[in-house]
């Protein structure tokens, strides 16, 4: 029997500016940046680490994510994860994890216009990962 679940919920604010772009296919794509915080402590000392998430969202979702989000927006996004895998022009190796968003949740008042509710997001239809539209 297989067991497979691959699931994601990552909160935080946004490192960057939202990037959209459309694919060859027409396909509209936000690339964002999340970074998430976590307090701890060591030997009675507070610690803090920052993870930069890597997030594509698609579609329309895409566009909302574009208009109304800003670096330093609060989001929570749910999804998967995605490894991305290409070759260097050395002939290197490469790869890196990014979260595929199927919902991402605005936490704070959009920075233009009225608020717009979360709705799910898919790739489109023959998209592959290994798939480079961008450069890695």
Known sequence: MSFEINSVI???N???DVALKTIPS???VASMVVAS???YMVNGEQKKEVLFMD???WGVQAENCNKYLKKGSPVVCTGRLRQEQWQTDAGEKRSRIK???TN???LSSPKSGAGVAAESAKEPDGFTPDTNWETP
């Open 10 to 12: 990552i909160g935080g």
């Open 14 to 16: 946004l490192a960057k």
């Open 37 to 39: 915080n976590r307090t």
């Open 104 to 106: 991402v949740q605005f």
């Open 55 to 57: 997030i594509d969202v």
């Open 99 to 101: 979260v595929v968003a």
């Open 26 to 28: 027409g396909q509209k």
